[in-house]
């Protein structure tokens, strides 16, 4: 039974935002702090990512652990009248509610699978896709994950942008060992 009338509950679910989230402000304080600049809620998107980044074509979803259910392992449920259904075990940094456990099961299984989905076709689309979790941007570990963000924004960009090398087949003369200018010939 929910210990809030259904006034109160109305309430706290209408609080809940999906857009300039505490998480996805750390994030974006982080990156703009790095010199990366960024668009947001890009509509045209798979997804609506919270931040793009054109210049290295990468999306950032920033992702609560409990909406999204992260480290969730969804299991079919062993019960006999459970024929079908699929259950989530919570994890350390989001645990499932015991009143309406069906309703927030199917929800978060929803979320995981539309996820999926959008990533999938943002990489068909030749978008790189990096997700950060609400539980990575703890005060212990938000420099070290802003830092792993800045690195694979890097990567990805020098990746993407690097030089391409052919190589030749080797030839007789270059075969041979040639002395080198500053050498003197009694090698």
């Avoid at 703009?32 to 997804?47: A, C, E, I, Q, T």
């Avoid at 074509?57 to 009248?81: A, E, Q, Y």
């Avoid at 350390?92 to 539309?114: G, Q, Y």
């Avoid at 979790?133 to 993407?160: M, V, Y």
């Amino acid at each position: 039974m929910d210990r809030l009338t259904a006034q109160q509950r109305h309430q706290n679910m209408a609080a809940i935002r999906s857009k300039d989230t505490k998480p996805e402000m750390i994030v974006r304080r982080g990156l703009w702090k790095r010199g990366f600049r960024y668009r947001l809620n890009h509509k045209r998107l798979p997804g609506h990512p919270d931040l793009v980044l054109r210049k290295y074509r990468t999306c950032i979803f920033v992702n609560g652990c409990f909406w999204h259910g992260h480290k969730c392992n969804l299991t079919p449920d062993p019960s006999p009248k459970g024929e079908g259904r699929i259950d989530l075990e919570s994890s350390e940094c989001c645990r499932i509610p015991k009143t309406n456990r069906d309703f927030w099961v199917a929800k978060i299984s929803r979320n995981k699978e539309r996820d999926k989905e959008e990533q999938r076709k943002l990489a068909e689309m030749g978008w790189h896709c990096i997700t950060v979790w609400e539980c990575e941007l703890t005060p212990k570990q938000r420099e070290e994950t802003l830092e792993s963000i800045a690195f694979t924004l890097n990567h990805i960009w020098l990746h993407d942008h690097s030089a391409i090398v052919h190589y030749y087949p080797e030839q007789e003369e270059e075969s041979r060992q040639m002395p080198m200018a500053a050498e003197d010939d009694s090698v």
